[in-house]
């Protein structure tokens, strides 16, 4: 029901005991408690991925999102140590329709409703959430509140009035504009030394990954593949990276609006003016694109699944990929261009990948200057592994430059 | 990569007869095939044997050829027709077993025919059990450890060196046909014989037994570029143990993680690469270790699968039109998404509600039969159902199977310490009541690790039961039935009905529910099917109901005419309604928005793109209302049709129309004339027509005393399905007797009250020695148009659903024919019919007499339609909306002169036989059931055979229904009953001129030899059904063995085995149980093998004629304008 509609502010439609969730635009969805009980706020995003909500909710670009899961049974295989893609739960606020009564799987430690009051996440269920979908499809995404339990009531023991929850989320700022990586990335760099089959030997390469908000599989897939990963926090500059000795950039997927992130595109163009390999991902793509010279935009509702389907322009092959992104590079497709940047200074670049149902820039590759990078998700979790092999073609770019420099 | 230039037409082969294990879908996937082809402008050429199918339909392929599949008849085709490419992939096993075989008989070679959608290769990776292990070996994953049998020797060692339980599966066989786990050396024999049997190549697969493991299947598409989509992942909540078509199965998984769902898609897309799938669909199989999740790769179907037809419903995504569409050389980049219209279809459909799949059974009909669940499919249909969250499709799912005492129930006292303990025993051996056991153990207090302990099935599903129980409770024990519990109710899949049993109203309480829903105005909602979870909108109006907020129904424009399918696929209703009702769909989409309610994911009808309107739901009143009730706000709305879905839809008119829906056609009250007994009695009085005589019986004295009346013998059968015991012929007091007993046993204790039946026996008597025939009728309240008058080849006595029968009938004289028509004219009108009746009659000694009438479409009608090349369901359509005869003679719908009950000369002659389901159902002892046909239908599919006279068409008919056909020489093994002696030697004389060599008990060779026809003597041999003993008596001058022996040792090639008339007739089961166990010809009355000869004789003289449909509808349409 809308408070637009005819129903009066001040009527009432819900108790203490439910979990009010309203929206920027006066939409407002009445359900039950689930998680902790509070108010929280953030952008409310939609994601259709059917597993891996885990994975979801420890995703630090998820930071300061309410997300709404479409799969309508949420919680079944409980909550593991093994598979969160960071230390925390960063989503701001959790939306589902059947929280699950039991936990079961072989894996599980414990259950995903108590891992949310542990980590302070309110949330709201049993809400018709394909209606609420449907809705932020057509209007887009926008800013939201959840309230429950004492948030709901007044300090003279009323219920908060419709309007006045409706203000608070007015209150809140947009997503937009947001720079949050600062908020989600390390305060010291860590190591990550090769796993599997390469463990205890020389690494492959080193690679400098920028944590913007990364997800802990990255590091673990360039592990798995022999390189030594040292993650940094995003304030650091060209200097920390020549010192731990590089021969490869990485700049992670991270929360935020890529317009906001001037720091980290000057950062980019420095990596880029020493030819060192750079691979980027998600925020990382938008950062590459802003550092050539081309703009970033808002999509309307983004991309949040685990289904998309990726063409590859180069080989013509389609990968089904893991997406979680807001924002988009604005380059053209089709033929090579020069970069616009100061004239084409880092030579042409071509939009090497395409999300297939909507024609958004989804990867892109320089061909003068050993650089490219994707709006998705190849490390996955959660989603399909199809594009695993954009590793291989980083740590390749990292030995060809690395037997180019020592034959020179 | 665009579509392939260089193939202008392609042949495509159906599946065949509807079997268990290879059902409608396979039509519904050819349908598809065969649209996308013609779409393409590729010239497209068809053969399949089963007439009820949309498939066959002339407009669908530009050649249709109704006839055996079979290497020498395909050759004949493909040498007439000569096509670019043949696709073997969308006809089940049928198609690609008959692909391999024109492969190995080098046909495809000789006339340079490409297989497209598989190759040779890999259908043999993915099916030869030893090549696939070492495919999945490749792709870095695990098979069960198992070795290869050929021989009983072999299976002997590998069981001492992998142990038991040890399960068995044969190579090349659809739907698990002769798998099954062996737990000790007996049965460890007896399935690997069977599995050596049937396998194609004579080869036996035996695995470590993985019972108890999660399942799950995954559904995976694959195009030229090596792209590949995983379109849905489906859970088995049913562990491994229970065949995937015989378990509840859900959609997509709930109990995995990501990573541990990636890493089956990973180990997928592995093996479909490995196996060569190049273009087109596949299914595989998992099996995950509940404890440490150890994965094992059971098996893949390298094809369009039952599995794929669900998947397709479940989630929008047309595999088998895309299958198609890879065939011909696109990419999934190229094909539209046909849902959003927007996307393309190299995407994963992801859903935001749940899918549930139940399977129908039907043990009833084959008593004797194990119950058993295992890993040898045995549902004969399945419903699934689609909704918010999984309790809710659950309940859709169950009450959508249709069968009363199927769904969960809490009628009764709470079940005692005493119950809940023996149905937790009960419930380790999985059958098709394993779910109600549940539910009852759950209500008597069982706890979820004690169901789990015995049933292994995933403890999450097991706490969605509990729920479903605690919400049964609360609304069982609530003071008033609140808004808030009535929402919660309907949101845990709990019907009116079941909700009106709770609150201890009991049926009629449904009504009452209702209107309190209605006064909270608490209606279910209708959400869209869009393969995206709402990300896009989608253009497709797929819709499923549940409870929830919003609607997202359209407005419509032009009137509305809603059409009921038929439900789930169950002996006696099969594919024939669904394609009755893709025909109303068809024509009255023309004029009308026209609205399909159906839940059987196996159809035609359920294709989101056949009707205007697709509503994916139960068949129940109170769905139906709801239907109705929403699209009623979006725009007119003309009425219902219910006669076109068999019985289902019939049965809610009255209930309907008394609702306020309009009921297009007969009327309820004109349907209640031709089904109650007592008023169709008035209306055959009324027309001076005969009926044979009947009686009710509530006691064995009244039942007596009938039969007395009536004059033996007579059929007896309860008025409802009593403990799954049907109809039997009985010929005296004692068998009448043993028959009273045991419905009184069989009868719930408590109902009996002193030796009388809860509801009455009805007590028809038995026409000897008729002739049956069937006759359908469209009728428009003034003029009758006869679709087609049947002869059954049988005489009375078997099912009309069981019998053969010719078209035109072979033996009827004009005058005969003439008092058909007359008698028709005056039921239709006499019973108000509008649109279809069908009519059963039988002439004894040329008396006619009216068996029953049925005021809809009956299961002939697709039969009728195609031998006389006359859309008789889409004219009935149209008189159902208001048309006449005469106006659809003007559309060319009929003929314009005459009708399908006129007999022309030179006019070829179709024969319909059925396909019985023997095999699949064993015995505790493992033998199959008794095979004998009566007077209760049995048979699961049909087929039909088109030539010029009746012997020939009578031989393509066996072709088809029977792998090899008849023999044309050889040994054939008589034993007939003292009755069918006399007309035995004129028959034995044929055979000897024949050829053939007779083998015979000591009884008929004694008369034969009395007619100096010699045969050979076997011993005599008896045994019951019950036991696996059987009984040896040598006798003199016999070869030294028994016809069982013989049968097993492949020296006989046929069987006529015609049971005594008298006592339990399980005299010859032995035989008859070997017989069907060798896939031996068998023929149990002496009507059919009179037949047989005929048919020998003609096809040894003139070989088959070969012509496609539309030139069949040439000759008919040259002969009409003579």
């Given at each position: 029901m809308s408070l637009n509609d005819s129903v009066t502010l001040t009527e009432q439609y819900y108790s203490a005991e439910d979990a009010v969730l309203v929206l920027e635009d006066g939409q407002i969805y009445v359900g039950r408690p689930y998680g902790a009980h509070g108010e929280t706020f953030g952008e409310i995003v939609f994601a259709t991925a059917m597993t891996g909500y885990q994975e979801t909710l420890t995703d630090?670009?998820?930071?300061r999102q309410i997300v709404v899961q479409t799969?309508?049974?949420?919680?079944?295989?409980g909550v593991n140590?093994?598979?969160?893609?960071?230390?925390?739960?960063?989503?701001s606020g959790y939306v589902v329709r059947e929280p699950s009564p039991v936990v079961s799987n072989?894996?599980?430690?414990?259950s995903l409703d108590e891992e949310l009051v542990r980590q302070g996440i309110v949330g709201i269920s049993d809400i018709d959430t394909r209606k609420l979908v449907r809705h932020l499809r057509s209007a887009g995404v926008m800013r939201a509140g959840i309230f429950s339990g004492k948030a709901?009531?007044?300090?003279?023991?009323t219920l908060v009035p419709p309007a006045a929850l409706l203000a608070r989320v007015g209150e809140q700022p947009p997503m937009?504009?947001?720079?949050?990586s600062a908020e989600v990335s390390t305060q010291e760099h860590y190591v990550i030394e090769p796993t599997g089959?390469?463990?205890?030997?020389?690494?492959v390469a080193t690679v400098a990954a920028l944590d913007l908000?990364?997800?802990?599989?990255t590091p673990h897939r360039l592990a798995e593949r022999g390189c030594r990963v040292v993650v940094m926090p995003m304030q650091s500059t060209f200097a920390d990276i020549e010192a731990v000795g590089a021969t490869g950039v990485f700049f992670s997927n991270g929360p935020?609006?890529?317009?906001?992130?001037d720091d980290t595109v000057a950062l980019l163009r420095q990596v880029l003016d020493a030819r060192i390999p750079f691979f980027g991902i998600c925020f990382g793509n938008q950062i590459l694109g802003r550092a050539l010279g081309f703009g970033t935009y808002k999509l309307k509702f983004g991309h949040r699944g685990v289904n998309q389907p990726v063409k590859d322009l180069t080989t013509g092959k389609v990968e089904v990929t893991a997406h979680n992104h807001g924002f988009a590079v604005d380059a053209p497709i089709g033929e090579p261009v020069l970069a616009p940047y100061q004239d084409g200074k880092y030579g042409r670049v071509r939009v090497s990948h395409i999300d297939?149902?909507?024609?958004?820039?989804?990867g892109l590759e320089c061909l003068d200057i050993p650089a490219f990078s994707v709006q998705?998700?190849?490390?996955?979790a959660a989603g399909p592994?199809?594009?695993?092999?954009l590793f291989d073609r980083f740590v390749d770019r990292m030995r060809q430059t690395a037997t180019t420099q020592a034959q020179a | 990569m665009p579509k392939r230039t260089d193939i202008h037409s392609v042949m495509v082969i159906g599946s065949g007869p509807i079997v268990i294990g290879q059902a409608a879908e396979f039509d519904y996937s050819g349908t598809q095939a065969c649209r996308v082809l013609r779409e393409e402008g590729i010239r497209v050429i068809l053969v399949n044997?089963?007439?009820?199918?949309?498939?066959?339909?002339?407009?669908?392929?530009?050649a249709t050829y109704i006839e055996p599949i079979t290497v020498p008849i395909l050759e004949r085709i493909i040498a007439k027709e000569r096509p670019d490419a043949l696709l073997?992939?969308?006809?089940g096993q049928t198609a690609l077993n008959a692909a391999m075989a024109l492969g190995e008989a080098g046909v495809l070679k000789k006339y340079n025919v490409e297989l497209i959608g598989a190759s040779l290769e890999a259908i043999d990776r993915g099916e030869d059990r030893e090549l696939f292990k070492q495919v999945v070996e490749q792709a870095g994953a695990e098979s069960a450890r198992s070795s290869i049998a050929h021989s009983m020797q072999e299976v002997d060692q590998i069981v001492a060196e992998l142990g038991y339980p040890l399960v068995v599966r044969p190579s090349f066989?659809?739907?698990?046909?002769?798998s099954g786990i062996a737990h000790d050396e007996e049965e460890l024999h007896r399935i690997a014989g069977a599995g050596l049997h049937y396998s194609p190549t004579n080869e036996v697969l035996l695995e470590e037994g993985i019972e108890g493991w999660k399942e799950y299947e995954l559904e995976l598409m694959r195009d030229r570029n090596d792209n590949v989509v995983v379109v849905c992942p489906i859970e088995n909540?049913?562990?491994?143990?229970?065949?995937t078509g015989d378990s509840i199965t859900v959609?997509?998984?709930?109990?995995?993680t990501d990573r541990e769902y990636q890493n089956l898609r990973n180990i997928g897309i592995a093996i479909i690469r490995g196996v060569g799938v190049d273009t087109g669909g596949c299914n595989i199989q998992f099996a995950v270790h509940?404890?440490?999740?150890r994965v094992i790769v059971i098996e893949m179907n390298p094809r369009v699968s039952r599995s794929s037809a669900l998947a397709s419903k479940a989630t929008g995504f047309p595999i088998a039109k895309i299958a198609t569409k890879l065939a011909l050389g696109y990419t999934l980049d190229e094909i539209q998404n046909d849902i959003t219209?927007?996307?393309?279809?190299s995407f994963e459909p992801t859903i935001d509600y749940v899918v549930t799949k139940v399977p129908r059974f039907?043990?009833?009909?084959?008593?004797?039969?194990?119950e058993r669940l295992t890993t040898s499919m045995k549902s004969v249909g399945e419903a699934m159902a689609l909704a918010g969250n999984f309790q809710e499709s659950l309940g859709k799912a169950m009450r959508s199977?249709?069968?009363?005492?199927?769904g969960f129930s809490w009628d009764g006292p709470v079940p005692d310490e005493e119950e809940v303990a023996g149905l937790l025993e009960a419930m380790h051996v999985p059958t098709e009541h394993r779910y109600l056991q549940i539910q009852r153990a759950i209500w008597g207090g069982a706890s979820a690790e004690q169901i789990f302990a015995a049933t292994k099935i995933d403890p999450w599903f097991i706490a969605q039961f509990m729920l479903i129980n605690e919400t049964a409770m609360a609304v069982r024990k609530a003071k008033t039935l609140t808004y808030a519990l009535l929402k919660r109710a309907k949101k845990a899949g709990l019907s009116d009905v079941q909700i009106a049993h709770l609150r201890?109203?009991?049926?009629?309480g449904e009504n009452t529910i209702r209107e309190l829903r209605w006064t909270y105005d608490l209606h279910p909602v209708f959400k869209t099917v869009d393969t995206c979870a709402a990300e896009f909108d989608a253009v497709t109006p797929y819709y499923y109901s549940c409870y929830a907020d919003e609607t997202e129904l359209r407005t419509r424009e032009r009137e509305a005419v809603i059409i009921l399918g038929s439900g789930p696929n169950r002996i006696g209703q099969g594919i024939e309604f669904d394609y009755t009702c893709v025909h109303a769909v068809q024509e009255l989409g023309q004029d009308y928005d026209t609205i399909m309610v159906n839940c059987?994911?196996?159809?035609?009808?359920?294709?989101?793109?056949?009707?205007d309107r697709l509503y994916f739901e139960p068949l129940t009143f109170e769905d139906v209302l709801e239907i109705y009730e929403a699209e009623l706000q979006m725009g007119p709305v003309k009425g219902v049709i219910?006669?076109?879905?068999?019985q289902t839809p019939l049965s809610l008119a009255a209930r309907l129309k008394a609702a306020g829906v309009p009921i297009l056609g007969t009327t309820p009250e004109s349907i209640d004339l031709a089904e109650n007994r007592e008023l169709f009695g008035d209306v055959l009085r009324r027309e001076g027509l005969n009926a044979p005589r009947y009686g009710t019986a509530l006691s064995l004295e009244e039942a007596q005393q009938a039969a007395n009346a009536i004059g033996y013998p007579v059929l007896v059968r309860p008025s409802y399905v009593l403990g799954g015991r049907g109809m039997e012929i009985v010929y005296d007091d004692a068998q009448l007797r043993t028959y009273v007993a045991r419905a009184l046993e069989e009868a719930q204790a408590d109902m009996?009250?002193?030796?009388?039946?809860?509801s009455p026996l009805l007590i028809d008597k038995f026409l000897s020695d008729a002739i049956e025939i069937d006759v359908d009728a469209l009728f428009d309240g003034e003029e009758l148009y006869i679709g087609g008058i049947m002869e059954h080849v049988?005489?009375?006595?078997?099912h009309s659903g069981d019998a053969a029968c010719t078209l035109p009938p072979s033996t009827l004289s004009d005058d005969q024919i003439r008092r058909l028509r007359e008698a028709t004219l005056a039921i239709a009108k006499g019973c108000n019919v509008q649109g279809l009746i069908n009519v059963q009659y039988a002439f004894m000694s040329n008396t006619l007499y009216v068996i029953e009438a049925n005021p809809r479409a009956s299961r002939t009608v697709p039969f009728a339609s195609k031998a006389t090349g006359t859309p008789l369901a889409k004219a009935a359509a149209r008189i159902m909306v208001g048309e006449t005869i005469a106006q659809q003679r003007e559309r060319g719908l009929?003929?314009?002169?005459?009708?399908?009950?006129e007999v022309r000369n030179g006019q070829p002659v179709a024969v319909k036989e059925s396909v019985l389901p023997f095999k699949r159902f064993r015995t505790p002892i493992g033998r199959t059931v008794d095979v004998l046909l009566g007077p209760e239908m049995r048979s699961t599919g049909e087929v039909m055979g088109f030539d010029r006279d009746f012997p020939h068409a009578f031989a393509k008919s066996q072709l088809a229904a029977y792998?090899?056909?008849?023999?044309?020489?050889g040994n054939v093994f008589i034993s007939v009953n003292d009755a069918d002696k006399r007309q035995l030697p004129m028959l034995a004389v044929r055979l000897v001129e024949l050829g053939f060599t007779i083998w015979a008990t000591a009884g008929t060779a004694s008369v034969l030899r009395r007619y100096g026809i010699e045969s050979k003597i076997v011993d005599k041999i008896t045994s019951r059904i019950d036991s696996a003993e059987a009984k040896v008596q040598h006798v003199s001058g016999?070869?030294?063995?028994?016809v069982v022996q013989l049968i097993e040792d492949n020296q006989i090639d046929m069987v006529l085995n015609t049971p005594n008339?008298?006592?339990?007739?399980?005299?010859?089961y032995a035989i008859r149980a070997a017989a069907i166990t060798a896939d031996l010809p068998q023929f149990t009355t002496i009507t059919e093998f009179q037949a047989v000869l005929l048919a020998i004789e003609a096809v040894k003289k003139n070989d088959y004629q070969i012509m496609s449909i539309q030139e069949h509808a040439r000759e008919l349409f040259a002969l009409e304008s003579e």
């Open positions: 630090p670009s998820y930071d799969f309508p049974h949420i919680g079944d295989t140590t093994e598979d969160p893609e960071s230390s925390k739960i960063w989503v072989w894996r599980a430690q414990g709901l009531l007044s300090e003279a023991g937009a504009g947001a720079n949050l089959d390469f463990a205890g030997k020389e690494p908000g990364i997800k802990s599989m935020g609006d890529p317009a906001a992130a297939l149902n909507d024609n958004v820039v989804e998705y998700h190849p490390e996955a592994h199809d594009a695993s092999y | 044997s089963n007439p009820a199918t949309i498939m066959t339909d002339p407009q669908m392929a530009d073997p992939t969308l006809g066989t659809m739907g698990g046909l002769g909540v049913d562990p491994v143990g229970v065949h959609a997509p998984c709930f109990t995995l509940p404890e440490t999740g219209r927007s996307t393309p279809a039907a043990f009833e009909k084959f008593p004797g039969a194990e199977i249709d069968k009363r005492h199927m201890g109203l009991g049926d009629e059987n994911p196996e159809t035609v009808s359920t294709d989101y793109d056949m009707s219910v006669q076109l879905g068999g009996v009250v002193s030796g009388r039946l809860p049988e005489e009375a006595g078997v009929l003929l314009p002169h005459g009708d399908g009950g792998d090899g056909g008849l023999p044309t020489n016999s070869v030294g063995k028994n008339s008298r006592g339990s007739r399980s005299d010859g």
